[in-house]
């Protein structure tokens, strides 16, 4: 009897391993994931991200960002902390960046920053050891009026979850993939045109701000981009997203490239945010009294004069 039990307990377990796992259709696992992110309050992410810009040939910008954060109240609240380093070459003369620091922002509260440290090489008279202590470690509030839209847009938050299984088109199904033990779908994808306007048209409904879907349109049709996205098999949630945008021109002046590699955890599970109440506002006034500074106009150049101006000029007529 011992032995005939003995005998079972592995065969189950092989039949069981053997069962083959139902793969349903893309276009039903794609349904099945918006409606599951659409309950999503909370989460956190990691990111992964590597840059470029491009100004007239002139100046070039490369650099690799790291994010890892927490979203709440459905994006409304973003917490992240953030790790980047950059290269800054102007004709021979390449300078090395790196900032470390903390971000607080989102719909429902001021933009707030905490810099651990920013280092350049070779020095940058503005980022000395002495000037950066001054602003090392404290919470500071940046203008409302100047962060209200940039950084706002450029932050992840849950609308990014939802475009992926919403606005997109699987090109190719490579199959399940497992993380741990979850099992994923994962799909190569890419933007379709015609849902990512009927998504912009439902979001408009929602949204404060106007959108201009021509503008976004015409910019998905002219991306060079390649994406990959893994959907849980058994609960449907977004677990992971990647995306690569070749040669994206900003305007007549400024290319862009960006590739990035974003996981999400703990999907309303994900640990409160913390406003801090003691933070400073960041003003250009505070800043030219901590630099001893009589105006910004006097901080140095990375290009000469003309070239920035002519830099300047470019850009706005571009946009």
């Known amino acids: 009897m011992l032995k005939r039990f003995l005998l079972i307990i592995p065969l189950a377990l092989l039949t069981s391993s053997c069962t083959p796992v139902e793969h349903l259709p893309s276009d039903e696992v794609l349904s099945r994931s918006a409606k599951a992110n659409q309950n999503m309050k909370s989460s956190e992410f990691d990111l992964n991200a590597q840059y470029g810009f491009e100004i007239l040939n002139i100046l070039n910008i490369d650099g690799e960002l790291y994010l890892e954060g927490t979203l709440q109240q459905s994006g409304e609240q973003i917490h992240f902390v953030i790790d980047n380093t950059s290269k800054i070459i102007q004709g021979d003369e390449p300078m090395d960046v790196q900032f470390n620091g903390e971000v607080i ?102 949204s404060p701000n106007e959108i201009n879907f021509e503008e976004i349109t015409d910019l998905v049709k002219m991306l060079d981009a390649k994406g990959e996205i893994w959907i849980d098999a ?76 002519a830099i300047i000029e470019r850009i706005l007529n571009g946009a």
Do not use: C
Not at 256 to 268: C, Q
């Open 105 to 206: 922002t989102g719909q429902s509260t001021d933009t707030m920053i905490r810099i651990y440290d920013i280092k350049t090489n070779p020095l940058y008279p503005l980022f000395t050891s002495e000037k950066v202590e001054k602003l090392r470690g404290q919470w500071w509030r940046l203008p409302s009026d100047e962060t209200q839209s940039q950084d706002k847009m450029l932050t992840p938050d849950t609308q990014m979850i939802r475009t992926q299984s919403e606005v997109v088109n699987v090109i190719a199904d490579l199959g399940f993939d497992f993380v741990g033990k979850r099992r994923m779908y994962h799909y190569q994808t890419a933007v379709d045109p015609e849902k990512l306007n009927s998504y912009l048209t439902e979001l408009s409904k929602r």
């Open 234 to 309: 058994q609960t449907f949630r977004m677990h992971k997203i990647k995306w690569s945008f070749a040669q994206i021109s900003l305007s007549e002046a400024v290319t862009a490239s960006l590739s990035f590699t974003m996981i999400f955890s703990e999907y309303n599970q994900a640990k409160p945010i913390d406003i801090p109440v003691d933070a400073i506002p960041l003003t250009q006034e505070y800043i030219l009294k901590q630099y001893e500074l009589n105006d910004l106009n006097i901080l140095p150049r990375t290009l000469p004069t003309d070239q920035e101006d």
